[in-house]
């Protein structure tokens, strides 16, 4: 499986960016897309997440009511759409895919087991 993340820039903050993920090569459905973020001297930390059957989503609290998380299956692509950013929504974005597993844990990075390359965001005050 190959995810290529797009979309991330530089924004004023209260502007808005639309993030994409094409996956490519799936051969099965995931549990779970997600997305994740890491600000230089940070650790990775979970942003976003929906799950493949279900489209049920989950959402860190600082991103609820922000930030929305959406599919478009024809396409194979992962959106995050994000607006009213703050400077504090500077990272590096990745997406990632959670496989089928009996426990699913959407807001750890550890049970994923394909991410894409990341994308930079950056927010100006």
């Known amino acids: 499986v190959q995810l290529q993340a797009s979309g991330g820039g530089l924004v004023q903050a209260g502007g808005s960016l639309r993030l994409s993920c094409v996956a490519s090569?799936?051969?099965?459905?995931?549990?779970?897309v997600g997305w994740f973020r890491q600000a230089p001297g940070k650790e990775r930390e979970f942003v976003a997440a929906m799950r493949w059957i279900g489209s049920r989503t989950f959402y860190e609290d600082s991103v609820e009511g922000r930030f929305s998380i959406s599919r478009d299956n024809a396409k194979n692509t992962i959106y995050l759409q994000m607006n009213s950013l703050k400077p504090e929504d500077t990272a590096v974005y990745y997406c990632a895919l959670h496989p089928q597993t009996a426990t699913v844990i959407v807001e750890s990075p550890r049970g994923y087991d394909s991410w894409g390359q990341g994308t930079q965001v950056t927010v100006s005050s």
């Open positions: 090569g799936l051969t099965s459905s995931p549990a779970v």
